[in-house]
């Protein structure tokens, strides 16, 4: 209540598609991710998330996992926002690690009664004009069951990889993809006021990818967000909580 978990901030991104993958207009994509629904994240930061989707009113939302720390049943906590969020062509997600650890039965169920649907190693195809366009998310990269050539099997010819974390990247299977949209770093949760994370998470990718934008050569760019909520200690510190806009042209 008095800042110390941050204010919601928008920002926002652009990626050029080649023109052999024109869209008949801009994509506006939302993305938001690491909830943390618990003890550690006070619920008033969901009430803003939703008001800053309200604002942007993205085609599509995607919500990158870990919605809820140290029980499940605290994905009671997200019914308004996850009730309230709608998108024009649907809301989209995966599952994070504390959802595995703590109950991914009771979060997934309560995704779907919202609504949401959950992509586990498969793709959905966008409703029309995007009906090229699917979204491709796959298991938490450690503690779930990934099989990325399961994720892209049948996939329209632009591919948004939709992951937990940046180890997404790692456990690829040599797919293709126009952007990739990421989570489960905080930007550190506890940062300098540079952004530079005084803590950085295991995994191979997700060391090296903490926050921001990465073009990568053999893809399209992997776009890792601050998240909203807190896990571990209820702090941020020059890590705001995010709301993503990334518009495809």
Do not use: K
């Amino acid at each position: 209540r008095l800042g110390g978990q941050g204010r919601v901030r928008v920002t926002y991104q652009d990626v050029e598609l080649g023109a052999d993958r024109r869209l008949a207009q801009p994509l506006r994509i939302g993305f938001a991710s690491d909830f943390h629904a618990g003890p550690t994240t006070h619920p008033a930061l969901f009430d803003d998330l939703l008001a800053a989707v309200r604002a942007e009113r993205p085609d599509v939302l995607l919500l990158g996992g870990d919605y809820v720390s140290f029980d499940a049943r605290h994905v009671a906590s997200l019914r308004a926002f996850l009730d309230g969020v709608r998108a024009p062509l649907g809301v989209y997600a995966v599952v994070g690690n504390h959802d595995i650890w703590n109950g991914r039965g009771v979060v997934e169920d309560a995704l779907r009664a919202a609504g949401v649907e959950v992509l586990v190693n498969r793709s959905a195809a966008l409703p029309a004009p995007f009906g090229h366009v699917s979204v491709c998310g796959i298991d938490d990269p450690w503690t779930g069951d990934p099989s990325a050539s399961a994720a892209f099997d049948g996939a329209g010819a632009v591919r948004i990889y939709l992951m937990h974390s940046p180890d997404g990247l790692f456990r690829l299977e040599r797919q293709r993809f126009d952007v990739g949209f990421a989570g489960h770093t905080h930007g550190g949760q506890i940062a300098l006021p540079d952004g530079a994370p005084l803590f950085r998470p295991s995994g191979p990718c997700s060391r090296e990818y903490t926050y921001g934008r990465y073009d990568l050569a053999d893809n399209g760019p992997l776009i890792v967000s601050r998240g909203v909520g807190c896990s571990g200690i209820p702090l941020r510190l020059n890590a705001d909580p995010e709301l993503l806009i990334c518009t495809l042209r």
